[in-house]
């Protein structure tokens, strides 16, 4: 248990709260250990750089992006090229509608000197002196960096490129060697299963960055293979030639991106890195994901095998050409685990990740593997998340040497020229036209096939026993074979499907089956082995399927094994459970080919073979030593090497990283963090508040912790040097001038009481509960001490004495609370008692929904805690935000990230009855257009102006959108601020705060927007109008407003349903313009009632109206 700390010294906070913060992964939900064990004060570093890895989850926040999506609950995912199509359409709706750029005075208040992920780093070629770059920042988009040095001190100028850009995931980026005012960079973050950072094609300049053009030959929507763009190159020689590799593809052009011919379709198979040799376009190699490294002579044209012969399998394959001789060419490939482990840098296990090297231009490749007196901890130099973070250089001068970046970097080199013999899968060829295989995570063939050496269920296997094997199906091709049932309970969802370990395979008998395995090096035939899924006495081979009834699955699994075969009776070892795991070679999982032209006949199949080869590989030894010298941000994304002086060993190193961008002068012995100098305004926030009196900020961060201004910051300056808290920084709260709160992953929360400057505590017991991965709290003015957490078991966490003490309010129905990794709770702005929490507003068979308390502040055995009515046009997906009303204590709004589905949903009787602000509830199946302007985008927040309270702004992930007419129409705010994703909007003193993700903070004084109100409300309008009421439904009184071309008489009259007036809201008359009139229907009977507008005594509408007492 956790008890309630003693305050904690700022050095003591930090490291006992790294402790705090090793985490188990356990079904989503993160368990916190109930002791801080001690932890090294050396972990503690600027900007918790070197603990960085245990806080770092880049895949959590893929979980949670698919749960905002609907992806795990049956929603498409968003319409290709959605982002750029619904910001363009944005724009031309504001302009067809007159609706013109105003640009309000909005603070970038920053921090300018924590940069968020970047994933390119390039110099501006007009710049010969490679003082210049270009950035490519994930969430802020593209930057241009000048260097400069002054007394000794390194500054950096940094301007954003792509602000008028709806917020770009910016992922690679060149410059045209002869004609350097032409750059590229393409968008779309394709290093993940689940990517969070969907692209939309390619953009140009041809003015060094100061104009952009959209390709629209590479728009997403001509080709989904577009969504994510992860290298490109340019011809030396000529700027309209281009090569681009993407998730599923390799794209050409040769008239500067007017048109794009698709040279390579690799199908669901991802092209990660694209080199060219710098001497010769016509040679370039590029890598796919699990598969191999691939080489074409011609330009791009056509592309063969250069190599796939991984001894020890491969994920993502980084690639690096030696400058000083470019006939070497060096691999950094991420290792996948099984068998193959290793302790990291941290101290945590991780996969032993390889090197590989060419010496002859990719003809042939050796693996280059650590020798004996290599650090254990250099094997597994890419750390944990080598899918993430993979970067490789090589030396300019020395083509033995390269630099490689991972969690942290580092640098190896060839030890000598002795080398050893070793093997791998050097050609895995399918030549049966009946056969797939599915992608199961495994070492080779893109995911395909599995070996035993590296599986750790495997026995008596090893790599010098390994053979090339054919698999031939034809007729009266048939041998018998070990058959093998799984428990029809068993596996990780209990249904007989996945995650059954090999001792759970029961023996049934010895089968025949339609087809022969064949050692080919030997000219034996060999033992197999299957998984009988339908347990129906043979194996079967049917189409893809891993829903519904165990049975039903298509686990038809083989098993290849390394005895020879014998037709009249099975392996002794084999007859006993998981007995096919002796000398266990291959492991694949066949299913039916889709669309085939003849029926599958097992009894009569088409000749066929399946080849795998095993080849003998090459290898030499490596020396490996930590590269970390300098105080730079972890996980590396890309290295740029810039040679000085061949004669003098000078050069440069351009590095991008999680925290921005960083570079070396000196040949790599002193690093300097491009943000060291402020004004790469990058940071992700999740979160951002500021002191009620003064200008100061607070705010959490994804990877960068959360940060504390000084008076009156801006991106450049205002900011200290360290953060507040370290780790994922999530929701804040500022209470009061010495009171602070903020969060960190997994529920852990932390509070000050001094002004956050020095002393902060662990808020009470709070880790006794367990706790989500966006850490979520609810805090109003007028709660005053009064504070709230969501907890995925425990339900609604509540503390009325700032975090001292907490306890949890359980939801009366277990089964309707549920939980997640993003759940949201939030305190009504208008009545502190009123409390929100939850992580759907509804689910798919009446599971878990949206709950509210009206008497949240009252004892614990008092407080109700009930779930709302769901309307049946709500998403079933995770909520991707929650917000109050800031005086009409019953209304409440829900917002999510669906495609295609409503994204703002209000309701105004605490939760009895909702609407659809966003016009997409009724839309025909597959339609994606609202009706009433809003974008199809994810939405994170919402806020309404309390002083003029029919303007609500919505946070979405391409910048604010405003309605002014109580959420019935919307269009996007264009008054300044960037076109970036946003994820709360704050009113606070007067201050309107937003925390975008990839811009930093901003604000902007409330007056600002109330003015721009006012001006557009006395613009004369064309027409006359009758508008909504507001509210509607309404006790005891409503709003309604209406349009006046030119001065006339106006009469509003009010009926009822029987057509008998009921009273005269105004006759009298109006200049043009918009105007508003209250009706108190406090003596009327509820029911609906007719409203009218006249002008002139013309007709000009009339409308209904609700009034429920």
């Known amino acids: 248990m956790i008890h309630p700390k003693p305050v904690l010294g700022r050095e003591t906070f930090f490291v006992s709260l790294a402790a705090l913060i090793l985490v188990i992964l356990s079904a989503g939900v993160l368990f916190l250990p109930s002791t801080a064990p001690p932890v090294d004060r050396g972990l503690k570093s ?213 048109s794009f011919e698709k040279v390579l379709d690799t199908g669901r198979l991802r092209v990660q890195d694209l080199k060219v040799n710098k001497d010769n376009f016509n040679i370039q190699f590029a890598s796919v994901n699990g598969t191999a490294i691939i080489k074409s002579t011609d330009g791009g044209n056509t592309w063969e095998d250069s190599f796939r012969g991984f001894v020890y399998g491969a994920g993502r394959i980084e690639l690096a050409i030696s400058e000083s001789n470019p006939e070497v060419i060096w691999a950094s490939v991420q290792g996948l685990g099984g068998n193959r482990v290793g302790t990291s840098q941290q101290g945590l296990q991780a996969p032993i990740s390889d090197l590989y090297r060419s010496v002859d231009n990719g003809n042939t490749w050796r693996l280059i593997e650590f020798s004996r007196d290599t650090p254990s901890q250099a094997n597994t130099f890419l750390g944990v998340q080598g899918w993430y973070n993979n970067s490789i250089a090589v030396h300019p001068y020395s083509p ?108 049934a008998d010895y089968v025949e089956v339609p087809f022969q395995v064949w050692d080919t090096d030997s000219n034996r035939q060999l033992m197999v082995s299957f998984r009988d899924q339908a347990n129906d006495g043979e194996w079967s081979l049917i189409s893809q399927n891993t829903d519904g009834p165990g049975e039903t699955h298509s686990r038809e699994y083989i098993f290849i094994s390394k005895y020879d075969y014998n037709a009249s009776a099975p392996k002794a070892e084999y007859t006993e459970n998981g007995g096919f795991s002796q000398g266990l070679m291959y492991f694949f999982w066949p299913i039916l080919a889709p669309d085939l032209e003849e029926e599958w006949d097992p009894s009569s199949p088409p000749a066929g073979i399946l080849d795998i080869d095993f080849g003998a590989i090459e290898g030499q030894y490596r020396s490996t030593e930590l590269w970390e010298n300098g105080n730079v941000h972890v996980d590396h994304h890309a290295l740029t090497v810039l040679p000085i002086n061949p004669s003098t060993n000078e050069f440069r190193i351009l590095n991008a990283n999680d925290g921005g961008a960083a570079f070396t002068l000196d040949s790599g012995e002193n690093w300097v963090e491009g943000d060291e100098t402020p004004g790469f305004n990058t940071a992700q926030f999740y979160d951002a508040t500021k002191h009620p009196n003064l200008p100061r900020y607070f705010g959490g961060t994804q990877d960068n912790g959360s940060w504390l201004s000084g008076f009156s910051p801006s991106s450049r300056r205002g900011w200290p040097s360290e953060e507040a808290l370290p780790g994922d920084g999530f929701d804040v709260v500022w209470k009061s001038s010495d009171s602070l709160m903020g969060s960190i992953q997994g529920n852990l929360i932390a509070r000050s009481l001094d002004g956050g400057g020095g002393d902060w505590f662990v808020a009470g017991n709070i880790l006794n509960f367990e706790g989500q991965f966006l850490t979520s709290i609810g805090w109003t003015p007028e709660s005053k001490d009064a504070v709230f957490s969501i907890s995925p078991e425990a339900g609604l966490l509540r503390s009325l004495n700032f975090g001292q003490n907490w306890d949890a309010i359980r939801p009366p129905e277990a089964a309707k609370w549920g939980g997640g990794n993003g759940g949201r709770v939030r305190v009504s702005l208008a009545d ?80 009895n009855t909702w609407e659809d602000l966003s016009g997409f509830a009724g839309n025909d199946e597959g339609t994606c257009e609202s009706t009433n302007g809003f974008p199809d985008a994810r939405v994170y927040d919402l806020e309404v102006f309390p002083d003029i309270p029919w303007v609500i702004w919505a946070a979405t992930d391409m910048g604010i959108f405003e309605s002014r007419d109580h959420g019935q129409t919307w269009a996007y705010a264009d008054n300044g601020l960037p076109a970036v994703s946003v994820w709360r909007i704050r009113i606070v003193d007067d201050e309107i705060v937003l925390a975008t993700h990839g811009r930093g903070i901003w604000s902007l004084n409330l007056n600002e927007v109330q003015t721009d109100i006012e001006r557009v409300a006395n613009e004369i309008p064309d027409s006359f109008e009758l508008l909504s009421n507001y509210p509607n439904p309404f006790n005891p009184s409503t709003t309604v407003s209406f349009k006046v071309a030119t001065q006339s008489h106006i009469r509003l009259t009010v009926f009822d349903m029987l057509g008998r007036k009921v009273t005269t809201l105004t006759d009298q008359p109006y200049t043009g313009g918009i105007h508003q009139v209250e009706w108190d229907a406090s003596a009327m009977a509820s029911g609906q009632y007719i409203y009218r507008m006249e002008a002139n005594d013309k007709l000009i509408g009339a409308k209904a109206m609700v009034l429920i007492k």
């Open 46 to 258: 600027e900007k918790s750089k070197f603990i960085k890895d245990r806080f770092g989850y880049p895949d959590k926040f893929q979980e949670y992006f698919a749960d905002i999506e609907g992806l795990n609950d049956g929603y498409a995912p968003y319409p290709p090229g959605h982002k750029m199509r619904e910001f363009q359409k944005a724009i031309l709706r504001n302009a067809k509608r007159g609706r013109g750029t105003t640009t309000l005075n909005w603070v970038e208040r920053g921090p300018g000197h924590v940069g968020g992920r970047s994933r390119a780093i390039v110099q501006d070629l007009t710049d010969r002196s490679g003082d210049t770059w270009y950035v490519a920042s994930v969430g802020g988009g593209v930057w241009k960096a000048r260097r400069s040095e002054s007394f000794g001190l390194q500054k950096i100028e940094w301007t954003p490129l792509t602000d008028h850009l709806p917020s770009l995931a910016a992922t690679t980026l060149d410059v045209s060697q002869s004609n350097p005012n032409v750059v590229y960079f393409g968008t779309g973050e394709g290093f993940s299963n689940v990517d969070a950072s969907t692209g939309v094609g390619m953009f140009k300049s041809t003015d060094s960055g100061e104009t952009w053009t959209h390709l629209t030959a590479s728009a997403v929507s001509v080709d989904q293979d577009w969504r994510f763009i992860n290298r490109l190159a340019i011809h030396p020689d000529n700027p309209d030639i281009v090569i681009v590799v993407t998730n599923g593809a390799i794209f050409r052009t040769e008239n500067g991106g007017e």
């Open 400 to 507: 033995d040497t390269v630099y490689v970046g991972g969690v942290f970097r580092w640098k190896a080199w060839v030890n000598n020229d002795a080398t050893f013999e070793t093997g791998g899968i050097t050609r895995f060829e399918n030549s049966t036209p009946f056969l797939v295989f599915q992608n199961f995570g495994a070492p080779f063939a893109g995911g395909a096939l599995d070996v035993g050496y590296l599986d750790d269920g495997a026995q008596d296997i090893s790599i010098s026993e390994m053979t090339s094997v054919e698999v031939r199906f034809g007729p009266g091709l048939t041998q018998m074979a070990h058959r093998f049932t799984v428990p029809p309970n068993g596996g990780i969802n209990a249904d007989g499907g996945a995650g059954i370990t090999y001792p759970e395979y029961m023996y």
């Open 832 to 911: 502190p008692s009123i409390v929100w929490a939850g992580y759907r507003l509804t689910q798919t068979g009446g599971g878990r929904v949206l709950h509210v308390s009206e008497n949240a502040l009252t004892p614990l055995s008092e407080i109700e805690f009930r779930p709302v009515t769901a309307p049946s046009f709500a998403p079933s997906a995770q909520i991707a935000g929650l917000a109050t009303h800031p005086f009409t204590h019953t209304t409440a709004y829900v917002t999510f990230g669906v495609g295609c589905q409503p994204k703002v949903l209000r309701t105004e009787d605490l939760g």
